[in-house]
């Protein structure tokens, strides 16, 4: 039997943003926009849609006079990433 996806985590800008938040301890927003192919305001809405889900953390706050947001991952987030590619290995099983 195969395991059930994540949802929040199988939409492929939320998935990028996950792995990406995976391999550092955080990510400015810039970051995920060099590194996603996607709009900014596309990206603000995924990491809306995570971080209600409390797998990701975001910081804003004022940097001179420009806004600074930062992105980490949390441990459910972490955990639901685990998860999800153990749940992607058992279709390729």
Same mark, same amino acid.
């Given at each position: 039997?195969?395991? &059930?996806l994540d &949802?929040?985590?199988?939409?492929q800008v939320r998935l990028s943003i996950v792995s990406l938040l995976m391999g550092v301890e955080?990510?400015?927003?810039k970051y995920l926009l060099e590194h996603i192919d996607t709009t900014k305001g596309n990206i603000s809405f995924q990491?809306?849609?995570l971080s209600e889900a409390g797998y990701v953390k975001v910081k804003k706050?004022? *940097?001179?006079?420009?806004?600074? *947001?930062t992105c980490s991952i949390t441990e459910k987030g972490f955990e639901a990433f685990q998860k999800y590619v153990?749940?992607?290995q058992s279709y390729v099983k």
């Open positions: 039997m195969f395991e &059930p &949802p929040l985590l199988h939409q955080s990510a400015e927003f990491l809306s849609k706050k004022l *940097t001179g006079s420009y806004p600074l *947001t153990e749940a992607l």
